[in-house]
């Protein structure tokens, strides 16, 4: 099953923030690695707009002009459905080539516990149906010409496929709380909120696949940005 979130602007993520953690700790044992990017440029309409210093510090290799368009001269629908298939197979670089863009970094963590990792009303719903497992990373995608997408996607494993219906309900409603996305400073940047607007999940048996996207420097579009929500959202588990 696949969504986008239902309800008004706002009332997203905030990774810079822990919001209703209700005294909650991380638990111990968290592995996080942050790795750079490779392989696989600019979608058109996007060169031109302006880099904040911070961004433009973070991925000093997103300027370099020397993104390969394995699928230049499509349109945005073509390169969204022959990406999502490569990320179906497992090939984020090639997903990534086929929306002219390239992977510039990424961080993940693995076991953390899921209530105190979450916010409002889905922090309560984990009260009440506790989780199995949770796999949080967080990727930024350039163009080669200074624009930058970054990229939250986490997976929520529950004991049924009932118990993954049940957490969707509540999960996709904007400003219902959130799973918290990892946060942009692992990175190299400044604190990003997840606004929730660029927004798509997917369920699979007994786990939720949930990705969001914002720009992080420059600008991609919201149809860019909606897009790789989309295909980030079938990228395999880590």
Same mark, same amino acid.
């Given at each position: 099953?696949?969504?986008?979130?239902?309800?008004? *602007?706002?009332?997203?993520?905030?990774p810079g923030k822990k919001k209703g953690n209700a005294g909650a700790v991380v638990a111990a044992?968290? +592995?996080?690695?942050?790795?750079a990017g490779g392989g696989a440029t600019a979608l058109g309409g996007l060169g031109g707009a =302006? /880099?904040?210093?911070?961004? *433009?510090?973070?991925?000093?290799?997103? &300027?370099?002009? $020397?993104?390969v368009d394995s699928l230049s001269g499509r349109d945005l629908g073509t390169r969204e459905s022959?990406?999502?298939?490569? =990320?179906?197979?497992?090939?984020?670089?090639?997903?990534?080539?086929?929306?002219?863009?390239?992977?510039?970094?990424? =961080? %993940?963590?693995? $076991?953390?516990?899921?209530? =105190?990792?979450?916010?409002?009303?889905?922090?309560?719903?984990?009260?009440?149906?506790?989780?199995?497992?949770? $796999?949080?990373? /967080?990727?930024?995608?350039?163009?080669?010409?200074?624009?930058? *997408?970054?990229?939250?996607?986490?997976?929520?494993?529950?004991?049924?496929?009932? $118990? /993954?219906?049940?957490?969707?309900? &509540?999960?996709?409603?904007?400003?219902?709380?959130?799973?918290?996305? #990892?946060?942009?400073?692992?990175?190299?940047? +400044?604190?990003?909120?997840?606004?929730? #607007?660029?927004?798509?999940?997917?369920?699979?048996?007994?786990?939720?696949?949930?990705?969001?996207?914002?720009?992080?420097?420059?600008?991609?579009?919201?149809? /860019? #940005?909606? *897009? #790789? %929500?989309?295909?980030?959202?079938?990228?395999?588990?880590?």
């Amino acid at each position: 099953m696949a969504d986008r979130r239902i309800g008004g *602007a706002g009332g997203g993520s905030d990774p810079g923030k822990k919001k209703g953690n209700a005294g909650a700790v991380v638990a111990a044992g968290v +592995a996080a690695v942050v790795l750079a990017g490779g392989g696989a440029t600019a979608l058109g309409g996007l060169g031109g707009a =302006a /880099v904040d210093s911070a961004g *433009a510090g973070a991925f000093a290799d997103n &300027v370099a002009g $020397d993104v390969v368009d394995s699928l230049s001269g499509r349109d945005l629908g073509t390169r969204e459905s022959e990406s999502r298939s490569s =990320a179906k197979r497992g090939k984020s670089d090639e997903a990534w080539s086929k929306m002219g863009l390239k992977q510039l970094k990424k =961080a %993940a963590e693995h $076991d953390i516990k899921c209530l =105190a990792a979450s916010t409002g009303k889905v922090q309560e719903f984990f009260l009440r149906t506790p989780c199995t497992s949770l $796999d949080r990373l /967080v990727l930024a995608v350039g163009d080669g010409h200074g624009n930058a *997408a970054i990229m939250s996607v986490v997976w929520v494993g529950f004991r049924t496929s009932a $118990d /993954v219906d049940a957490f969707e309900r &509540v999960e996709r409603i904007q400003g219902s709380g959130d799973v918290k996305p #990892l946060g942009s400073a692992l990175l190299g940047l +400044a604190n990003l909120r997840f606004s929730g #607007l660029h927004y798509h999940s997917r369920s699979e048996k007994n786990t939720i696949e949930i990705a969001e996207t914002e720009n992080a420097t420059g600008h991609m579009s919201t149809p /860019v #940005l909606d *897009a #790789l %929500a989309d295909i980030s959202s079938y990228l395999p588990r880590l």
